[in-house]
């Protein structure tokens, strides 16, 4: 498993990042040209190749107007093609949640998963539906990034103790030398993302070698779900990542407050110019609505959060070999209405990162992560499986006569879902509240188990109820 690392630039001299700034402005063209070009069910989605490609560009001479050297445009047809190919994974992973809610029959299931992943799904009229709806034609608006492929560059340490990266510029054997803030020589391919006037070095290290990744995870399973005031609770009852709801609120008031006051400033210079006072709107856009100080503001918020959220998640599998949770990357399908600055948290609330957080330190130390399917997760009580009404973080169930800490409880029925036989992680949510409500209504009459067949009766006895079994 790779992992990445940044590595910055310090007191980059002006001259060299301009002629970076340019490589990687005419690096861009040729990203435009290849999404506009092979972006589409004719290019890499009829699973045409980097490599074909650059061939084709070497025979009719379209790289020369570009004004590169080859290994760079080289090195970028082959990123575009894989964002490209990336981008139609995506899409598929929506069509596979729409075959698993249009059918339970499981040869045609098997049917149109291999037709998607063998990319013939012009051949079914559904399939090819839901890949229109759910793969749009993109374009490329990476206009600040270069590829350096690992053997074009080199990094050597003067005697100062300083290490300077020489990578390629605009012409042949001649180098530009980025002075870096690290110790630590980047190998591998590199990515530099040109940044407010400083270069960001990206590379991947193998994850073997950073040190938590020796760290052994636990012995037991957990269930955990994901919050807004803490990063993950888990069904013991413990509460990690509990900074995260006041990272998140301080940094959106803040930009809430400091947007404001810049577009009170952006009037104040319309206006200026209106009147013909270009001095001062000149003034004005130069030296208040710059954008270097707010990305960097943005930048260390986001390295905060990402701090918060993965020594969460570290502290959940020093505990547990297997972690249970629900599909974090899908949107959210509530129905009621929020104010505007609930509204404005919520849509800062990393839970992607969450998701490759639990992922990746997974998949790292060794501890399986399992996903289930999540849904009135939050609304039953995990003792009796009745539906009851939320309030905050608590959860009153009236047929228990108990108050359960909301989230500790939805943490406890996600755990219940991995051994499920009857929710799937892709039920539908009013299958799931229907499965639910039977279940309640069973257990308040002391009914046997209906259920005239026989294969589902044999999986019930296998895998037991759990919520059901609760009170037992």
């Given at each position: 498993?790779?992992?990445?690392?940044?590595?910055?630039?310090?007191?980059?001299?002006?001259?060299?990042?301009?002629?970076?700034?340019?490589?990687?402005?005419?690096?861009?063209?040729?990203?435009?040209?290849?999404?506009?070009?092979?972006?589409?069910?004719?290019?890499?989605?009829?699973?045409?190749?980097?490599?074909?490609?650059?061939?084709?560009?070497?025979?009719?001479?379209?790289?020369?107007?570009?004004?590169?050297?080859?290994?760079?445009?080289?090195?970028?047809?082959?990123?575009?093609?894989?964002?490209?190919?990336?981008?139609?994974?995506?899409?598929?992973?929506?069509?596979?949640?729409?075959?698993?809610?249009?059918?339970?029959?499981?040869?045609?299931?098997?049917?149109?998963?291999?037709?998607?992943?063998?990319?013939?799904?012009?051949?079914?009229?559904?399939?090819?539906?839901?890949?229109?709806?759910?793969?749009?034609?993109?374009?490329?608006?990476?206009?600040?990034?270069?590829?350096?492929?690992?053997?074009?560059?080199?990094?050597?340490?003067?005697?100062?103790?300083?290490?300077?990266?020489?990578?390629?510029?605009?012409?042949?054997?001649?180098?530009?030398?980025?002075?870096?803030?690290?110790?630590?020589?980047?190998?591998?391919?590199?990515?530099?993302?040109?940044?407010?006037?400083?270069?960001?070095?990206?590379?991947?290290?193998?994850?073997?070698?950073?040190?938590?990744?020796?760290?052994?995870?636990?012995?037991?399973?957990?269930?955990?779900?994901?919050?807004?005031?803490?990063?993950?609770?888990?069904?013991?009852?413990?509460?990690?990542?509990?900074?995260?709801?006041?990272?998140?609120?301080?940094?959106?008031?803040?930009?809430?407050?400091?947007?404001?006051?810049?577009?009170?400033?952006?009037?104040?210079?319309?206006?200026?110019?209106?009147?013909?006072?270009?001095?001062?709107?000149?003034?004005?856009?130069?030296?208040?609505?710059?954008?270097?100080?707010?990305?960097?503001?943005?930048?260390?918020?986001?390295?905060?959060?990402?701090?918060?959220?993965?020594?969460a998640v570290h502290r959940i599998v020093?505990?547990?070999?297997?972690?249970?949770?629900?599909?974090?990357?899908?949107?959210?399908?509530?129905?009621?209405?929020?104010?505007?600055?609930?509204?404005?948290?919520?849509?800062?609330?990393?839970?992607?990162?969450?998701?490759?957080?639990?992922?990746?330190?997974?998949?790292?130390?060794?501890?399986?992560l399992v996903h289930v399917n999540a849904?009135?997760?939050?609304?039953?009580?995990?003792?009796?499986?009745?539906?009851?009404?939320?309030?905050?973080?608590?959860?009153?169930?009236?047929?228990?006569?108990?108050?359960?800490?909301?989230?500790?409880?939805?943490?406890?029925?996600?755990?219940?879902?991995?051994?499920?036989?009857?929710?799937?992680?892709?039920?539908p949510c009013h299958e799931v509240k229907?499965?639910?409500?039977?279940?309640?209504?069973?257990?308040?009459?002391?009914?046997?188990?209906?259920?005239?067949?026989?294969?589902?009766?044999?999986?019930?006895?296998?895998?037991?109820?759990?919520?059901?079994?609760?009170?037992?």
């Amino acid at each position: 498993m790779k992992v990445t690392r940044i590595a910055y630039s310090t007191v980059l001299n002006p001259g060299k990042y301009a002629a970076l700034a340019e490589q990687a402005h005419r690096l861009g063209r040729v990203r435009s040209e290849v999404w506009q070009r092979y972006g589409s069910i004719a290019g890499v989605g009829a699973g045409l190749r980097d490599r074909q490609v650059r061939d084709r560009w070497l025979a009719d001479g379209m790289h020369v107007p570009f004004g590169v050297l080859a290994n760079a445009w080289k090195e970028t047809v082959r990123d575009a093609t894989a964002d490209i190919a990336a981008n139609l994974e995506a899409a598929k992973v929506q069509v596979r949640r729409a075959i698993s809610r249009r059918t339970d029959d499981p040869a045609e299931r098997k049917r149109m998963f291999t037709a998607l992943k063998a990319d013939r799904w012009a051949e079914d009229p559904f399939l090819a539906r839901q890949m229109r709806k759910h793969w749009k034609r993109g374009r490329n608006r990476t206009h600040d990034q270069i590829v350096v492929r690992a053997d074009a560059y080199n990094a050597v340490v003067d005697g100062r103790g300083r290490l300077w990266l020489a990578v390629p510029g605009l012409r042949r054997r001649q180098m530009v030398r980025i002075p870096l803030s690290t110790t630590v020589a980047p190998s591998g391919t590199l990515r530099l993302i040109l940044r407010g006037g400083r270069v960001e070095v990206h590379y991947q290290i193998d994850a073997s070698r950073m040190r938590s990744s020796q760290r052994p995870c636990g012995q037991r399973t957990l269930g955990v779900d994901k919050g807004y005031t803490e990063v993950l609770t888990d069904s013991d009852g413990g509460h990690h990542g509990t900074s995260l709801g006041r990272l998140l609120t301080s940094e959106s008031d803040r930009l809430k407050e400091g947007n404001r006051r810049r577009a009170k400033l952006r009037s104040i210079a319309n206006t200026a110019a209106l009147r013909g006072d270009h001095a001062k709107a000149h003034r004005i856009r130069s030296h208040n609505l710059g954008a270097v100080k707010r990305d960097r503001q943005a930048a260390r918020h986001r390295a905060r959060v990402r701090t918060e959220i993965f020594t969460a998640v570290h502290r959940i599998v020093d505990k547990a070999a297997a972690v249970v949770a629900e599909d974090l990357t899908k949107r959210f399908a509530g129905r009621k209405t929020l104010g505007k600055n609930v509204n404005r948290r919520l849509a800062a609330w990393t839970k992607g990162v969450t998701a490759e957080a639990l992922a990746n330190v997974s998949e790292r130390r060794g501890s399986a992560l399992v996903h289930v399917n999540a849904a009135y997760t939050s609304q039953a009580c995990h003792r009796c499986g009745r539906l009851c009404r939320r309030s905050g973080d608590r959860l009153h169930c009236t047929s228990c006569g108990v108050v359960w800490q909301a989230d500790v409880n939805a943490a406890i029925n996600i755990l219940h879902r991995a051994g499920d036989p009857d929710i799937a992680l892709h039920t539908p949510c009013h299958e799931v509240k229907q499965i639910l409500q039977d279940r309640t209504d069973r257990h308040r009459t002391r009914l046997p188990v209906q259920d005239s067949s026989p294969a589902t009766a044999g999986r019930r006895a296998n895998y037991p109820n759990r919520s059901a079994m609760s009170n037992e």
